[in-house]
């Protein structure tokens, strides 16, 4: 696929989702079994009304029934399901469409997905294209009746344990998902909807307070420290605010965020995009921190040479100052989540760090901490 976007200053190639192969394939097929001719191409009509053409591969049909295969084309996007086959297997009914899943497609255990419990994991606009594509190819034949139609992908199931389907409530394959039918390369808006669709599952659960974590350290530490905890919490990468912001539109009466001072020490400043190349602040923070303190300006002046938030910590330390800092810091981390919610809801963090042996809690985080752990 020939189109590119522009990020920064990488120009990155687009790619087609697991909905848009399983569409295709459905259409391709639909037509073999309605003229017994394979098609080497087909034109699949995107979510936005544009049209994609893709290849078709591993056409077999029969008089009761046919079956086609579009390949994943990713793009530049490192999608774990890039090159796979995806599969659509047609044959006649009286009328209507009917869309099911077969091997390598997952089925939603839990409750907050796309899907219902105990549906297959092929979310809503696929099942919209995928109806769209056979119905275009019965109307270009002039014919009657309708299909049914099984989705599969022979890989499925061991490409999923790459996936976090499992984690997510999904067991046994993988998803057939898109929005638009079209996989925008390392795409921030994919990376926010599965933190969108993990939260829809913790509310599903019954949930009332949204719990955080930023990444590994967040996970392990929850293991670790807080096992009741440990897997009830939603990972939202660099996304801090985002993730906020969607605990507050779901309707979360609270929402606490557990994670390294590494990341959270940026919160700080106010900067919710934790990512190194939004911005960093990390030092410049603590040095705020230590001035508002009153630390000696000569041991400020140390941390910029810095590299760690735990190696500017050691100097505090050495100097008998970092709890003096580190309190400041987390009346500050607090004062900035509270202004992100603007009173919506209850909000707090606590913040860790295994070399220096420190819990820090804003105002709200042991209440926070208490109510989930009841």
Not at 9 to 21: D, E, H, N, P, V
Not at 114 to 133: C, F, K, L, T
Request: with cysteine; aromatic share 4%; proline share 3%.
């Amino acid at each position: 696929m020939e189109q590119y976007i522009y990020q920064g200053t990488r120009k990155l190639r687009r790619g087609y989702t697991t909905g848009t192969c399983a569409a295709a394939a459905a259409g391709a097929a639909a037509r073999m079994l309605l003229t017994g001719t394979a098609v080497p191409e087909i034109s699949v009509r995107l979510p936005n009304g544009e049209s994609l053409t893709l290849p078709v591969t591993d056409a077999r049909g029969s008089e009761t029934e046919a079956s086609c295969a579009v390949v994943k084309d990713s793009g530049d996007d490192p999608d774990v399901t890039n090159g796979v086959a995806v599969y659509a297997r047609v044959s006649r009914i009286p009328e209507g469409v009917t869309i099911t899943g077969g091997v390598g497609i997952g089925i939603v255990t839990k409750a907050g997905l796309d899907q219902p419990v105990g549906a297959y994991a092929i979310n809503s606009v696929p099942r919209r294209m995928i109806e769209a594509a056979v119905r275009s190819a019965a109307q270009a034949l002039d014919a009657d009746g309708g299909f049914a139609v099984e989705i599969y992908v022979p890989e499925g199931a061991e490409l999923a344990k790459k996936t976090y389907n499992p984690r997510m409530g999904i067991e046994g394959g993988i998803s057939i998902i898109g929005t638009s039918g079209i996989v925008e390369p390392m795409s921030t808006a994919a990376l926010i909807d599965t933190i969108r669709t993990e939260a829809s599952m913790r509310k599903a659960a019954g949930e009332q307070t949204l719990l955080l974590t930023l990444g590994n350290y967040g996970e392990q530490f929850l293991a670790r420290n807080l096992e009741s905890l440990s897997g009830r919490e939603v990972k939202c990468s660099n996304f801090l605010g985002d993730a906020i912001d969607i605990g507050v539109a779901m309707g979360f009466s609270g929402i606490l965020i557990v994670g390294h001072i590494g990341k959270l020490v940026k919160l700080g400043s106010g900067i919710f995009n934790t990512h190194s190349s939004y911005a960093d602040g990390r030092m410049e923070t603590l040095i705020a921190c230590g001035a508002l303190a009153g630390v000696e300006t000569a041991v400020l002046r140390q941390i910029p040479d810095c590299v760690t938030v735990d190696a500017a910590l050691d100097i505090l330390q050495t100097h008998g100052c970092r709890d003096a800092v580190l309190s400041v810091l987390t009346q500050r981390i607090g004062h900035y989540l509270d202004a992100r919610v603007k009173g919506a809801v209850r909000i707090g963090a606590a913040v860790f760090s295994y070399q220096h042996d420190i819990w820090l809690e804003t105002r709200e985080a042991s209440g926070l901490l208490e109510i989930l752990q009841r």
